[in-house]
């Protein structure tokens, strides 16, 4: 790997302790021992390019999902089990036919189905999208390693512990914001005035959103489910911001179910086009495989086909934090617009005016597969 400090290029052996043995200062990650295969250089790449070199600020959970696309693409299961396996089947033939020991080539012949069935499973998928490092471990496993190094997150990615420690793939799902108990739900931010309401489950999303002042500029309360939907006071539209999978779609039929007659907007992005998308790298999570209760709903809105729906089952999702920081508020930013312009009389005639303009629409990826 090469020295973040003085650009060296480092053996194994010249870096012991995560230090460059030539100008003695430490480094963070060390693409051997980091389940990642990060290095620091590739993290503040990565960090400038979904910042869009320093002009918006993100959230960990967006650089998590930039910095695991290359690994979600590709599978490692059994990787180590596989040249194993070919190895040890390869030495006892040969062993077999020096020593003519029967036995051995038993054995061979049983490492090389094992060797094959590693294989099959590969070219099937298994272990494809699961993510190597989990959302909710990232912060320990590479955020803290660079606090401890350089005194802070890389430039441009906000402190989690503005918005909770809690990452909101665990505590955002669309489940719990479905099943929220209205007594219970928290104050919704921005209530008071509010001209609309942005319904968002993923609490890293919503600190995005906010850190760039997006519900403020449209007069939106930000909420997390249906429950705290119906509790704002405002009776303009309502815009539905959710991951692209059965969760999501689940979201927005339980905010229409529970507003009747308002105006819901779905701002989440289409499944079928973002899986059309070849830039779009998709993920899986065992633990929030919708149950048969909800595939049997989505089955009902006759909106997916059955391909779609078997993948959804399976568990495959294209995140929020998946989409490049840019587009997103450029996306979001465009809709809100759109809907407040026709909620709010005054911003509706200064838009007739020409004082307010659509963002352009975003380029290519700027992570891309890197």
């Not at 799902?173 to 609309?196: F, H, K, M």
């Not at 689940?250 to 779905?266: H, I, K, S, W, Y």
């Not at 294209?318 to 617009?337: E, I, K, S």
């Not at 838009?351 to 307010?356: E, M, Q």
Request: overall charge positive; charged content about 20%.
């Amino acid at each position: 790997m090469i020295c973040p400090h003085c650009e060296r290029n480092l053996l194994r052996k010249e870096r012991t302790g995560n230090r460059c043995t030539h100008c003695k200062r430490s480094y963070a990650l060390d693409p051997k021992t980091n389940p990642l295969r990060l290095n620091d250089l590739r993290v503040r790449r990565i960090t400038t390019a979904l910042t869009d070199g320093g002009r918006i600020a993100i959230v960990p959970d967006q650089l998590w999902y930039a910095l695991s696309r290359k690994r979600l693409r590709d599978s490692d299961f059994g990787q180590g089990c596989l040249g194993g396996a070919f190895a040890g089947a390869g030495f006892a033939t040969v062993v077999a036919l020096f020593a003519e020991a029967p036995a051995l080539l038993i054995a061979s012949g049983a490492l090389l189905i094992i060797g094959l069935g590693i294989s099959v499973a590969r070219v099937m998928g298994a272990g494809k999208g699961i993510p190597p490092v989990v959302r909710e471990g990232f912060p320990a496993l590479v955020l803290s390693p660079w606090r401890s190094v350089y005194g802070g997150l890389p430039p441009g990615v906000l402190d989690p512990a503005a918005y909770g420690t809690g990452t909101a793939g665990a505590a955002g799902s669309a489940n719990s914001a479905r099943s929220a108990d209205p007594a219970g739900a928290a104050d919704p931010a921005g209530a008071e005035g509010a001209t609309g309401v942005l319904v968002c489950p993923d609490r890293a999303v919503v600190a995005f959103l906010v850190a760039d002042g997006l519900p403020a500029r449209h007069g939106l309360a930000v909420v997390r489910s249906p429950a705290e939907a119906a509790a704002v006071p405002s009776k303009g539209p309502v815009l539905v911001l959710h991951d692209t999978d059965a969760d999501g779609e689940l979201l927005v039929r339980g905010v229409r179910e529970a507003l009747p007659g308002r105006t819901v907007v779905d701002v989440g992005p289409p499944l079928r086009t973002v899986r059309s998308l070849p830039q779009a790298v998709p993920y899986r999570d065992p633990r929030r495989r919708p149950g048969p209760a909800d595939l049997r709903i989505l089955t009902a809105l006759g909106t997916y086909t059955p391909e779609e729906l078997k993948w959804l089952g399976q568990g495959w999702r294209f995140p929020l934090v998946g989409l490049p920081p840019a587009r997103l508020l450029a996306v979001v930013d465009r809709v809100a617009g759109q809907v407040s312009h026709g909620a709010d009389p005054d911003r509706r005639r200064a838009a007739d005016l020409g004082f307010l303009t659509w963002p352009e629409a975003a380029g290519p990826d700027p992570v891309g597969g890197r």
